[in-house]
């Protein structure tokens, strides 16, 4: 079962709100990403886990957190959200850590931030 | 520099047709190209990759082609399909991630 499952779908915030996103995966991977995607831009890369180690991307360090209890579950933490924050966030695991295994995505969270 | 440029950003295609998808890179320490498949409302998912060592990697309709000289590659989707409407991504791999280019929306017109 390759599932990764990402809440909520959509999310609407205002400025200066928190916003919560959830991953999970099934398939006991052991590291999970967290990928910024705007229209007609590459994703970006914000945070990844390998086990319990977090790295944080240098230029996105400051405005995004994370937290993953245990092996199937990755959050997404922003304490004040922008307008530049509206997005599609992207989760996804994979075992191997490093850059030739296969990521497995969710479906994403739509973030619109007003 | 570490960045991967993707052609065109958008594409129609008539079906039955050749679709031809191509990125470029400069960073010559490249040596794993996968391409990612994503449909509306889905996450990405892998569709095929290459590496460095190859120069050619098909997998049914789809074939992807690398030239280290030129430092490009391609994807070519042949007897193109409404279903292989979709966005492609185009990635390569740089220490611990991947560098992706920013997609091709492909339309298979009926």
């Known amino acids: 079962d390759t599932t990764v499952k990402q809440n909520p779908r959509y999310k609407l915030a205002r400025v200066g709100k928190p916003v919560n996103l959830i991953c999970s995966q099934t398939?006991?991977?052991?590291?999970m990403y967290w990928y910024q995607k705007k229209p007609n831009q590459a994703p970006k890369l914000l945070l990844f886990?390998?086990?319990?180690?977090?790295?944080r991307e240098a230029d996105t360090f400051e405005k995004f957190q994370s937290s993953r209890p245990n092996n199937s579950f990755c959050s997404l933490y922003i304490g004040s959200a922008g307008l530049e924050y509206s997005a599609m966030y992207l989760c996804?695991?994979?075992?191997?850590?490093?850059?030739?295994?296969?990521?497995?995505f969710g479906e994403g969270s739509k973030l619109t931030v007003l | 520099q570490q960045q991967v440029r993707q052609s065109p950003q958008s594409l129609t295609v008539w079906e039955g047709g050749t679709t031809v998808l191509t990125c470029s890179y400069e960073?010559?320490?490249?040596?794993?190209f996968p391409w990612y498949q994503q449909f509306p409302g889905e996450g990405p998912a892998l569709l095929i990759s290459?590496?460095?060592v190859s120069d050619k990697k098909e997998d049914g309709r789809f074939t992807t082609f690398f030239n280290k000289r030129e430092k490009k590659l391609s994807l070519h989707i042949i007897d193109s399909q409404p279903g292989d409407s979709a966005t492609y991504f185009c990635?390569?791999?740089?220490?611990?991630?991947?560098?992706w280019g920013s997609g091709t929306k492909l339309i298979i017109k009926p």
């Open positions: 990635a390569a791999n740089s220490n611990y991630q991947l560098i």
């Open positions: 960073d010559s320490t490249f040596n794993y």
């Open positions: 290459i590496l460095s």
């Open positions: 398939m006991n991977h052991d590291t």
């Open positions: 886990y390998y086990d319990k180690i977090l790295n």
């Open positions: 996804a695991s994979s075992s191997f850590w490093g850059n030739t295994g296969q990521l497995y």
